[in-house]
């Protein structure tokens, strides 16, 4: 097979890492890190997360975007081209596949509750937040996910803003539109950070984040009968993966577009970084305002939903500073629902032929419509005859590509560089200066990630 070398490549490395942090930075910051650190206890859970980027998501990030340079195509070519480079069989090419699959099941999930953030700039726009109380915020977000039909049409809507980017190619305007949004986020937390400074109780909710209590993180309870469980591991795993958006490669086609001379190794760090302290800063300001409003921290996917707009309600130019919020929430979710229909249009037109139109029409709508699922999970699917292992349509989606497919693929990604490939191969595309950084890299994606990965696979199951 010939290496077909991508025409457009993104104008500096500078372009590269806004478009890889509009990937990273998304829902997966904003609204599932805080609900599933309140699911899961807070503070030793924040440890486990963060312990799981340093050491198996990071270098996983670069090993990524490093197989996605060197090969300049869609992930499954990607793999097939490396494999044959490499003399290992083309059978790697199945990593494409998983992620393309994930890839499907993501987008289906993540479209409805970007669609929840349009509703809401309208909820605060027509001023709906104006002296919520924890009650009364539970009960409109009830409202909305509990109407199929709205849930529907958000979930449509939004779908039509991806389709509108992606069909016209991803590198398009992603650049300026990035450099603008993140640091306005970036700003609008910081604001509800100091807000819930003075309006919450700021010091129960850093003491939530920050104080570690392993006992009780992997001890599940009814009632008084408590047992062992070793599910927060997978879910702070598979939560590092889903936020910097590894596995599925996504970040393989962002970095296939990258240029030859930019450091991944620079990048990768710079990227991590500015995810994590995003999600922190998500955690800092809605934390307190849980525990000043009475709020549940284990109140699920609506958690933020519900908690920031009482804040909103009662600060001065709550309204403004309220749809201001959700509209850059809705881009960071945009920039990375695209992100996330990329490896498959990139497939789908660099080896099946098909237009970009036409291959981002049947990406985005075969993802709409398995997301109608996801709409029905929290109205007419939402009682028991409709779960399976007690989880809903949405629920079971998020889990089996965010706790098993992405690590899978990233499992995958760190055995191919790792051992199926000759160490020249990075050592090529990283050009460290330092040997002790290459090493200590190398020797976190050959050892440390794949065991990391599948001893908290083996534990899940319980044989660990
Ligand atoms: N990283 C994104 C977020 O945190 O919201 C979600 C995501 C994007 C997951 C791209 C996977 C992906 F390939």
């Known amino acids: 097979m010939t290496k077909q070398t991508q025409q457009v490549l993104w104008s500096t490395r500078f372009a590269f890492i806004l478009a890889a942090i509009g990937s990273a930075i998304g829902l997966g910051n904003v609204w599932k890190f805080p609900y599933i650190t309140g699911e899961n206890g807070g503070g030793a859970f924040i440890l486990l997360y963060l312990a799981c980027i340093a050491l198996i998501g990071l270098p996983v990030l670069v090993a990524e975007i490093t197989l996605g340079r060197r090969a300049r195509q869609n992930p499954v070519s990607a793999m097939q081209f490396l494999a044959q480079e490499e003399g290992v069989t083309s059978g790697w090419r199945l990593l494409g596949w998983m992620g393309t699959f994930a890839g499907v099941l993501i987008l289906s999930f993540y479209s409805v509750v970007a669609g929840w953030t349009i509703a809401y700039v309208i909820e605060a726009v027509s001023g709906s937040f104006t002296g919520l109380t924890g009650e009364t915020s539970g009960a409109l977000f009830g409202d909305l996910i509990g109407s199929w039909e709205e849930g529907l049409l958000w979930h449509t809507f ?32 910081l604001v509800l950070a100091v807000y819930a400074a003075f309006a919450g109780d700021f010091l129960k909710g850093l003491g939530y984040m920050f104080n570690a209590d392993f006992q009780a993180l992997f001890q599940k309870c009814e009632g008084e009968a408590c ?29 296939s577009y990258l240029p ?13 970084l500015a995810d994590t302290l995003v999600a922190l800063l998500a955690g800092i300001a809605i934390f307190p305002l849980v525990f000043a409003n009475g709020l549940q921290l284990g109140a699920g996917p609506g958690l933020v939903f519900v908690t920031l707009p009482i804040a909103f309600g009662s600060m001065p130019a709550g309204l403004l500073f309220g749809a201001i919020f959700f509209v850059l929430l809705l881009f960071a979710a945009w920039t990375s629902a695209i992100s996330i229909s990329e490896p498959m249009i990139a497939w789908l037109t660099g080896k099946r032929g098909l237009s970009r139109v036409s291959a981002s029409l049947l990406v985005i709508g075969v993802a709409w419509f398995v997301g109608i699922g996801s709409v029905l999970s929290f109205n007419l699917w939402s009682g028991e005859t409709y779960q399976l292992f007690g989880k809903t349509f949405f629920d079971l989606k998020d889990y089996l590509a965010s706790n098993i497919l992405l690590p899978l693929g990233g499992l995958m990604i760190a055995i191919f560089i790792g051992w199926a490939a000759h160490r020249r191969l990075s050592e090529e595309e990283l050009a460290l200066q330092n040997p002790a950084v290459f090493g200590l890299w190398r020797w976190l994606v050959r050892y440390v990630a794949p065991l990391g990965i599948i001893l908290v696979f083996l534990n899940a199951i319980g044989i660990f």
């Open 158 to 189: 939004f779908m039509l803003l991806v389709l509108f980017v992606v069909a016209r190619g991803v590198r398009h305007g992603l650049e300026r539109l990035v450099v603008i949004l993140m640091p306005l986020l970036f700003g609008m937390l």
């Open 227 to 255: 047992e062992f469980t070793a599910e927060p591991l997978l879910v702070a795993m598979g939560h590092a993966f889903f936020t910097l958006s590894l596995g599925m490669g996504a970040m393989m086609v962002y970095g």
């Open 260 to 272: 030859k001379q930019a450091s991944i190794m620079n990048s990768a760090i710079v990227i991590a």
